[in-house]
């Protein structure tokens, strides 16, 4: 069993800041990469930022320059750091881990249940 606990979410007023945290725990033998998504009412859903085991991110593009992803490997721990928040923002957020389970065995996507997060004035 794999498990993504997310947690940070809230209501906050345009251009300020909020941080999400995913813990990953469970049976795990290697967590390839981990990411934030994003669903906004009547939208898809959409990827925020992701970052592998090696470092390596990702950001959409309309995150770049206000929201930093990274990942504490020793604690399988991802923070999203979301500054100068925009209304436009506005959306349950939710964690995924790119993971295998042993050695050797098929990659599968775990997903958290997701933390709204709220912009607005």
């Known amino acids: 069993q794999v498990q993504l606990v997310e947690s940070g979410g809230g209501l906050v007023q345009p251009g300020g800041s909020l941080r999400l945290s995913c813990a990953v725990s469970?049976?795990?033998?290697?967590?390839?990469?981990t990411g934030w998504y994003r669903r906004a009412p009547g939208k898809e859903r959409e990827l925020v930022a992701s970052i592998t085991n090696g470092g390596t991110t990702t950001y959409a593009d309309s995150v770049k320059g206000r929201f930093t992803i990274s990942r504490d490997n020793a604690k399988n721990t991802v923070v999203l750091q979301m500054n100068s928040l925009k209304p436009e923002d506005t959306a349950v957020y939710y964690c995924k881990a790119k993971a295998q389970l042993r050695a050797g065995s098929l990659v599968y996507d775990y997903w958290g249940q997701g933390t709204q997060v709220t912009v607005s004035s």
């Open positions: 469970g049976s795990i033998f290697s967590i390839i990469a």
